[in-house]
Structures are given as structure tokens and as C-alpha cells.
């Protein structure tokens, strides 16, 4: 069997940066010689069993940690904007980018950064015509982009955060119903806050009113018990986290307040959904119903979205779950939350795949539909697929319709109750699936929208099959 060569430069430098080292020491550590070492930080030769194993006793690191799933999300992402038009069609070979990822991240990410500029701009010219005016706000990357690259780069994982809403949950206790009312106490009595429920019509759309004049929080009465759990928690963690989130979002180095203030918003949801969840109970419950997410939520009062992504962020280097990939879609496919803990990547621009099954999830009922699928890299998953539909409260607001997809790879499909009955190992179950139809290279696909966009195409007007044209 063939073993892939792994090459952990740059991981390497910041473990022996982060331990104030120099390379001499460092390589002593390691038991091996400084141009061994300065071989293995500029990925000329690949990492070693031993290496890894001296890294592991020599400076506790999770040699888990160094598989690459951010490289693997770089390359892809890097790999879709060098194959946009811009770049007059060049084809730049895999391999090449995987060295520049692996070597000079940095910098990938600088060029995939400068394609955001030029993409919003180009839209927005596009869209104003002449009657747009050249400025710099025309020209950065919005503040939502901003703020999913920030969590997407760190694997959806707030460490400091989490720790501090699993202290924060044994302190409050409580089980089942009896949890809301605790956090409830918690907040009146900690920080003298009245908790209030409103009725819908009486605060049309607002679903959480915080008054810092007569310290009252409004919930919307409508709301799920979960839901109404996580405004609270996300009230909360302004009140008791702001240290932790102002750090990180100051070393983010967010070019825009409104990003900051984006990903102020998206801190405060990552505590309340982990206070709502807390780590090592949650992950203990997952693995004893074997991810049944129903049963997940009857145990924590959670809504289905909550739980299927808060699997999605069991990343802890000491207490990893299984890796979940988690995206929710509109009706117009537009990804409106992606995240991936797998080799699976979505697009950063435009719709996925639409031989998903999360795009027909919209018309399976209320159940939960699930699919057996591979990537044109051979990868097989397992996708789960449900509706989703959040309700406007009062008689004529509108209510708002989503469908989610959480999957993982086929091979820890033992551990999921959703696998029980399906046969894994026939070829003929798995449907292909891919980023986009711009990026897939399946070109007999007959749900095809679009050309791939690295790929030249002939139209033959005397022949006409599935797809108009050949790639």
C-alpha cells in the first residue's frame, strides 16, 4: 500500500517559534541534527513516524493536529480562484499550489484575498453601471466574508470561549426545561437583569431586546425553548466574555468595524451555542446514540440546526468528534452557513452542487433525507439533509425556509444510527457530487449548469445531447 508523503514545514517553524527556540535546540529536543531540521521546515524532505512521535513527547503536540485539513481548505479554495477568467485561463497544475499553500500560506491567502476585492468590485460596477464612483469601499471584501474566513480557518473552534461556557454550564447546572430557568436565575441574580416574554405582535420581528436603561432583556415568546436558551447565553456572553472576544477579534485584524462587529455577533453565538451544548457533555451524548440527532435534541432542548451544528465544531485537539462538514441553503441555493471539518469544501461564490440532496430536502417533509454521495477526488460521504422552517410568530409575518446538510467521511459510518441500514460498500449507491458545476471535472454530468471554468467547450449545432456543448 502506498503511504502519501506529509510535508509539515510551516506547522513545524511555529511550534519551535511558540516555544522560543532556535533551531539548534529545537533539533537537540528532537533528537535530530540542525540541517535535518532546516531540511524539514522547508518541506525538503518529509515528515518521519519518529519525528512525529518526538514531537508528541518532547512538546505534547496532537499529532492529529498536523493532517493539514486548513492546507486542504486553502488549496481548494486558491485552486477556485485560479480558475476564474481573470487569470486569461492559465491552468496551474495541483501540485504547484499545494507547494505555495504548504510553503507560503501567507501569501495564498493574499491572492485570494486581492480575487474577493476584485469580485466585489466587478459585481458592484456591474450592477451600477457607470453611475458607480471608484472608492475603497467599493473594493474590500464585505464584512460577512470577512467573518466565515475567520471561523472557516480555524476550523469552526473557539477554544478559549468554549472552555469557558462548559465552566459556566456546570456552575449554572439544571437538566432538561429546568436549564432555561437557571440561566435565567443566573442572569437576574449575577448581573440584575429582568428576563422578560413578549408577545410576537407586540415587537413585530425581534426576537431579543436588551435595555441597558432599566436592565431588561425581552425574548420573543414564540420562540423554541432552545432558542429562546441561546439569545440568552449570546446576552450573556457580551455581559461576561467581552475580554476574550475583543482579543481575538483584534488580532483578526478586521479591516472594517462592521466586520468586527460582525464577528462580535458571531463570538457571542459560538458561547451560547456552547453553553446551550456544552463540549465533553455533548460529545459524550453523541457517541452513546451514535449521533441520533432527534435524540440529541429531546436531550438538551436544543432545535435540529442547533445540534447538527454544534457536531460540526467537536474539534477539541484532546477530544475530537468525528469530523462534520455543516452548510444551511436558502431556497435560491445560496449558502447562507458552511463549514467543514472534512476534506469537503464549498463554494465561495455562487450555489453548490445540485445533485445534493440538501437542495431536495426543500420537498422531503419534515424528515430527515439521507444520501450516499462521492467527490470527483473519490472521497465518499455520508450527507444528512433536513428542512428547516423558522416561523414569523404572528398571523401574517412571514416565515423563513432553510435546508441543512451535516455529512461526514463513509469510513465512520459505524458510528452514525443513519448508516445502520444502507450498503456502503455498493459502488452503485453513491452519487456524484461536487463544489459547483464552475469548478467540477465531471463533464458528463447531465445536471451540469454551467462550463467548467478552466476547461475550453465546442457547441456542435448538429448534435444535441444532455448538456449543449462539449467539454
Known sequence: MKHSKHYIGRKLRSIRRDSDLSQAVFAEKLGLSTSYLNQLENNQRPVTATVLLALAESFGVDITSLAGHDDDRLVADLREVLADPVFQNTRYPVQDIKFLVSNLPEIAKGIIELHQRFHQSNERLLELDDTVRRSDTLVQPTPYEEVRDFFHYRD????????????LAEKIGGTGAGRLEALKAYIETTHGVKVELVAADSDRGVLRRYSSADKTLKLSAHLHAGSQFFHLAHQLALFEQKSIMDTLIREAGFKTRQAESVCQTGLANYFAGALLLPYEQFLSAAKTCRHDLKLLEIRFGATLEQVAHRLSTLQRPDARGIPFFFVRVDRAGNITKRHSATKLT??????????????????SGSGIDRQLAETPDGVRYLCLAAPIIKEGGAYGEPSQHFAIALGCEVKHASDIVYADDLVMGNDRLYEPIGISCRLCERTNCSQRAVPPIDRTFEVNPNVRKLVPYEV
Open 156 to 167: 469552526n473552534y473557539i477554544h478559549a470561549l468554549d472552555k469557558a461556557a462548559e465552566a
Open 346 to 363: 464549498f463554494a465561495r461564490f455562487g450555489s453548490a452542487c445540485p445533485l445534493w440532496n440538501v437542495y431536495r430536502a426543500f420537498g
